[in-house]
């Protein structure tokens, strides 16, 4: 449900949104559910990953949502799908921990 909604958010306030891919992720035994999508900033093509995240408890209700952005690179970044696979947003992203 609030996927749902953060994307509806997303495509209204976003010049040129385009969701790419939906699915449920884990980082570092967190689950949570992924979305990537491009968009225009500046009039300048850009590529982005939301990641939303609950804590590894039982019945958790409160999580954190991650929002990364890049300028894409055809060596780097060629689709959304990329970003934080093979970049400099890669590490941040693997090395989340709830509480430090």
């Given at each position: 449900m609030y996927a749902a909604n953060y994307i509806a958010g997303l495509a209204a306030r976003t010049p040129g949104f385009l969701l790419q891919t939906e699915t449920k992720t884990r980082v570092n035994l967190n689950p949570g559910y992924t979305l990537t999508y491009s968009f225009r900033s500046g009039g300048r093509p850009m590529f982005a990953r939301a990641v939303m995240l609950l804590p590894a408890i039982t019945g958790a209700r409160d999580g954190v949502?991650?929002?990364m952005g890049t300028v894409p690179s055809p060596l780097i970044?060629?689709?959304?799908?990329?970003?934080?696979?093979n970049d400099v947003l890669?590490?941040?992203?693997?090395?989340?921990?709830f509480g430090t």
């Amino acid at each position: 449900m609030y996927a749902a909604n953060y994307i509806a958010g997303l495509a209204a306030r976003t010049p040129g949104f385009l969701l790419q891919t939906e699915t449920k992720t884990r980082v570092n035994l967190n689950p949570g559910y992924t979305l990537t999508y491009s968009f225009r900033s500046g009039g300048r093509p850009m590529f982005a990953r939301a990641v939303m995240l609950l804590p590894a408890i039982t019945g958790a209700r409160d999580g954190v949502l991650l929002s990364m952005g890049t300028v894409p690179s055809p060596l780097i970044d060629p689709v959304p799908d990329q970003v934080a696979a093979n970049d400099v947003l890669q590490v941040p992203l693997r090395s989340f921990r709830f509480g430090t």
